[in-house]
Structures are given as C-alpha cells and as structure tokens.
C-alpha cells in the first residue's frame, strides 16, 4: 500500500484546511486509516483514526477536526477547523489493521504534508 498526502498549506488561526490520503497499490477499505502529526523538535503525536465502524480522536482535535474516508475513491480525509498555531507540523496519513493511537502498531505510512497556522 503506499499512501501520498496532500492538501498542507498556510493558514491564518481560526482557519480551516482539508488533507487528503491518497492510497494506491491495493484497496484499503478493510484497514484503518489514520493520521499523526509532527511539530518541530517533537515527537510524532496520534491526530485520528477511522475503521469501518469507529472514529477515534485525539483530545486536543475533538470538536476540531473530523476523520472521514471515500472507500471507493480509496481515499481518506481530514477537515480540519478552527485551526490553531500549536496545531502546526508535517501531517502524515497511515493506514493498519486497528485502530489505536499507537503509531508502531501502523504499517503503512505516507510521505507528510505540512500545515503551518499563524497567529
């Protein structure tokens, strides 16, 4: 499976952006799809994950953001609201057999897009 993001940009705080994840290389729709975030000088953090019958959401996103997927388009999404400068960093999309905010437990990774909110 390899995954390509995409949709990473500037934005003012308070503003949106939607990420896309791409999968090509066979169908994705049994795996969960989900996605991390990097902030510089810090450690990969756990943004959502969606499966075919769960959304899971980290605390700091809940309410902002939301985790969708297109199973015939083999694609997953992240809308991303109300945008904040601590939600700055390179955004990766995944995909794994569960879903989990442990990033080692993901087997599949994509390339990063980043997103940079001033403030």
């Known amino acids: 499976v390899q995954l390509q993001a995409s949709g990473g940009g500037l934005v003012q705080a308070g503003g949106s952006l939607r990420l896309s994840c791409a999968a090509s290389?066979?169908?994705?729709?049994?795996?969960?799809m989900g996605w991390f975030r990097q902030a510089p000088g810090k450690e990969r953090e756990f943004v959502a994950a969606?499966?075919?019958?769960?959304?899971r959401y980290a605390d700091s996103v809940r309410g902002r953001f939301t985790i969708s997927r297109d199973n015939p388009k083999n694609t997953g999404y992240l809308q991303m609201n109300n945008l904040k400068p601590e939600d700055t960093g390179v955004y990766y999309c995944?995909?794994?057999?569960?879903?989990?905010?442990?990033?080692?437990?993901?087997?599949?990774w994509g390339q990063g897009t980043l997103v940079t909110v001033s403030s």
């Open positions: 995944t995909a794994g057999a569960v879903i989990t905010g442990a990033r080692n437990l993901y087997d599949y």
């Open positions: 969606i499966s075919r019958s769960a959304i």
């Open positions: 290389g066979r169908s994705v729709t049994s795996y969960v």
